[in-house]
C-alpha cells in the first residue's frame, strides 16, 4: 500500500526560505558589527582628509545627525513593529489560527520593509487561514485584521511617533527596496530605509543638494 504524504505549501516555502533568511541574518549582523565597530575609525580619516576645518565640522555635524537620526528610527520601529506583532499574533491566536507566536514574529520582521512587508504579511496569512479553516468568509478575516491593524500603524502611529525628520518619498522608498534588494538581497531590503535616510541628511547639509534632499521628502 503506498503512503502519499500530502506536502504544506506554506510549509515549503519557509523551508525554502530558511537557508537564504539564516545567511542574510547572520550576513547584516556582521555588517552591523564592523559599521558599528569602526564608525570613529571612518570619520577620523574622512576628517584628516579635509583640508579646511569648517569641512571638519560639516562632516562631524553630518555624522553625528545621521548616527542620531538613523538610531532614532531603528529603535523607534523596532518598538512599534514588536507591538504590531504582538497585536496580529493575539488578534488571529483569539480567532482559532494556529501557531499565533510564528504569525506574530513574522509581522514583525516583514513590518521592517515597508509597503512590500505588509504585502507579504497578508499574502502570507491569507494562504495559512484559507488552508487551516473550511470556511471562505471566515478565513479572510484574518488578513482583514492584519490589514487593519497595518493600516492604523502605518498611517497613524507611525507618523506620530516618528514626526516628519526621517519623512521619505514613498516611491523613492520603493525604488530603493529594489536597488538595495537586488544588490544585498533580504540584508538590502532591510537596510534600504536606513541607507536612503542617511543620504537624505547628508544632502541636506550640501548647500547643492539641498534641492535633492527636498524631493526625497
Known amino acids: 500500500m503506498a503512503v502519499e504524504l ?17 545567511a542574510s541574518t547572520v550576513l547584516l549582523f556582521i555588517l552591523l558589527y ?32 545621521i548616527e542620531a ?6 529603535f523607534t520601529a523596532t518598538a512599534i513593529n514588536i507591538c504590531l506583532g504582538l497585536a496580529v499574533g493575539t488578534t488571529v491566536g483569539l480567532l482559532g ?3 499565533p507566536i510564528m504569525w506574530g514574529a513574522l509581522v514583525a520582521v516583514l ?13 502570507c496569512i491569507t494562504l495559512g487561514a484559507v488552508l487551516s479553516f473550511d470556511s471562505l ?14 493600516v492604523l500603524e502605518g498611517n497613524f502611529i507611525t507618523p506620530l511617533v516618528m514626526g516628519r525628520s526621517l519623512t521619505l518619498n514613498p516611491v523613492v522608498i520603493l525604488l530603493s527596496l529594489i536597488f538595495w534588494g ?8 532591510i537596510l534600504a530605509v536606513p541607507i536612503l535616510a542617511a543620504f537624505k541628511i547628508f544632502c541636506a547639509h550640501i548647500e547643492p543638494m539641498e534641492p535633492l534632499a527636498e524631493f526625497l521628502s
Open 6 to 22: 500530502k506536502r504544506h505549501p506554506i510549509a515549503e516555502m519557509l523551508v525554502g526560505w530558511t537557508p537564504e533568511f539564516i
Open 34 to 65: 564592523f559599521l558599528l565597530a569602526y564608525d570613529g575609525v571612518f570619520l577620523g580619516k574622512l576628517i584628516k582628509l579635509l583640508p579646511k576645518l569648517a569641512d571638519k565640522k560639516r562632516a562631524v555635524s553630518i555624522a553625528s545627525e
Open 69 to 74: 537620526q538613523v538610531s532614532r528610527y531603528l
Open 97 to 99: 489560527l494556529r501557531n
Open 111 to 123: 513590518n521592517f520593509v515597508p509597503y512590500l512587508g505588509a504585502l507579504t504579511g497578508i499574502i
Open 137 to 150: 468568509g471566515y478565513a479572510l478575516l484574518f488578513p482583514a485584521v492584519y490589514l487593519v491593524f497595518a
Open 182 to 189: 537586488w544588490i544585498w538581497g533580504i540584508v538590502g531590503v
